[in-house]
């Protein structure tokens, strides 16, 4: 991706006498220009900072390397749509497992607020019992959202210190509610 650098003046200039290379790029791979221009826009500013900033790219062709620069982006983007985690299967709670099954909606529990602060409560007093009163304090300030910088701030402890501690009061937790 781009950096937070700006591009410089004489950069700017270059990226926009050859911008006609983004929309070339997107019509010979016919590419819709709303939904891609995104995508190869920024990998075609990449490769104007290297041509201008690298004497060695410059033995090329400056569309060579951008529409190189694009093409791999372009690629990386197919592929992360692709991933099993874009794709899963989506299950609505209105509709049944089976075509003639009862909505999932229908069993399941319905959900007690009161019930469920207490079940929280019971948990909570119960991992105070198994964990060191720090840990608690960890755990309460963690559950009100401080982030775990500001955490070890407050404890004046190391953020990794933190972490592990933490992690342990998480694997006493999975083991009350197992119980």
């Given at each position: 991706?781009?950096?937070?650098?700006?591009?410089?003046?004489?950069?700017q200039e270059f990226a926009a006498e050859h911008?006609?290379?983004?929309?070339?790029?997107?019509?010979?791979?016919?590419?819709?220009?709303?939904?891609?221009?995104?995508?190869?826009?920024?990998?075609?500013?990449?490769?104007?900072?290297?041509?201008?900033?690298?004497?060695?790219?410059?033995?090329?062709?400056?569309?060579?390397?951008?529409?190189?620069?694009?093409?791999?982006?372009?690629?990386?983007?197919?592929?992360?749509?692709?991933?099993?985690?874009?794709?899963?299967?989506?299950?609505?709670?209105?509709?049944?497992?089976?075509?003639?099954?009862?909505?999932?909606?229908?069993?399941?529990?319905?959900?007690?607020?009161?019930?469920?602060?207490?079940?929280?409560?019971?948990?909570?007093?119960?991992?105070?019992?198994?964990?060191?009163?720090?840990?608690?304090?960890?755990?309460?300030?963690?559950?009100?959202?401080?982030?775990?910088?500001?955490?070890?701030?407050?404890?004046?402890?190391?953020?990794?210190?933190?972490?592990?501690?933490?992690?342990?009061?998480?694997?006493?937790?999975?083991?009350?509610?197992?119980?």
């Open positions: 991706m781009l950096c937070e650098v700006p591009l410089t003046k004489e950069q911008h006609g290379l983004v929309y070339k790029f997107l019509n010979d791979n016919h590419l819709s220009e709303d939904e891609f221009y995104d995508v190869v826009i920024f990998p075609y500013l990449t490769a104007v900072r290297d041509y201008c900033n690298s004497s060695s790219a410059q033995k090329y062709s400056f569309s060579t390397i951008a529409m190189r620069q694009m093409k791999f982006r372009l690629c990386d983007y197919f592929r992360a749509q692709e991933r099993h985690k874009r794709n899963a299967e989506i299950l609505s709670i209105h509709l049944g497992l089976y075509p003639d099954g009862t909505p999932l909606e229908n069993t399941l529990a319905v959900q007690d607020k009161l019930m469920q602060e207490f079940e929280m409560g019971q948990l909570l007093h119960d991992l105070a019992g198994r964990i060191s009163r720090q840990q608690m304090n960890i755990v309460r300030m963690k559950g009100c959202g401080y982030g775990v910088r500001e955490i070890a701030k407050s404890e004046k402890l190391p953020v990794r210190c933190i972490k592990d501690l933490l992690e342990e009061a998480h694997v006493v937790f999975l083991e009350l509610c197992r119980e």
